[in-house]
Structure formats: C-alpha cells, structure tokens
C-alpha cells in the first residue's frame, strides 16, 4: 500500500516562488509514474504535471509550462514540484499521485493520493 505525504505548501506573493515535495513510502518499487494534481474550490480536479520515475521524463498542462518544474529524487522516493512565478489563479490545494501503470493526466489512472497541500498566491 503506498502512503504520499506532500509538504511545502504555503502563502505567497503574486510572482513569488514555492517547492512542493511528496514523500512515497510503502510498495514504491510498483510505482511507474507520479503526478502533481491541483483543486481550487467549486473546480475540478485538474493535472499539473507528472514525472516518469524510471526514465525522468516529464509532462505539463500547458498553464505552467515554463513556471513550474518537477523531479525526483529516487533515493529519497519523493517528488518535487517546483513552482515560480506564482499568480493567484494557481492557488489550489496541491495532491500528489502514483500511477502503477503508465503516464497520464487522467485523474483515473492514478491509484494513490495524498492529502493535498494549500498553496495561497496573493495579489
């Protein structure tokens, strides 16, 4: 069973910058790909981006390319979402999410969540 912890949440400034991390612990070696998911409130949840753990390949909702960057640290099992010039419609509660099976955006192809992060991005 895998557990996600996610962390690095906070308020920012319109323009300033935020880490996330995500640690995975229990039955990691079956995860293949894990995503960064955001949920403002009365919205969908929506895909952020998401990183292929053995390769490293990533992938981005349009809406952050080039502000937001994520990596991973395998020998720590976690996650990072780096975030940059935050404005305040990214702010959302953050999940994490481990796929078992293949890279996707889709909410459903992801069998594992974490708690979410609040991220406030002020005006």
């Known amino acids: 069973q895998v557990q996600l912890v996610e962390s690095g949440g906070g308020l920012v400034q319109a323009g300033g910058s935020l880490r996330l991390s995500c640690a995975a612990s229990?039955?990691?070696?079956?995860?293949?790909?894990m995503g960064w998911f955001r949920q403002a409130p009365g919205k969908e949840r929506e895909f952020v981006a998401n990183?292929?753990?053995?390769?490293?390949?990533?992938y981005y909702a349009d809406f952050v390319t080039g502000r937001f960057t994520v990596s991973r640290d395998n020998a720590k099992n976690t996650v990072y979402l780096q975030m940059t010039n935050l404005l305040p419609g990214d702010t959302a509660l953050y999940y994490c999410?481990?796929?078992?099976?293949?890279?996707?955006?889709?909410?459903?192809?992801?069998?594992?969540w974490g708690q979410g992060t609040q991220v406030t991005v002020s005006s």
């Open positions: 990183i292929n753990l053995s390769g490293g390949s990533t």
């Open positions: 229990g039955g990691t070696f079956s995860i293949v790909v």
């Open positions: 999410a481990a796929g078992l099976w293949r890279p996707s955006a889709r909410v459903s192809d992801y069998g594992y």
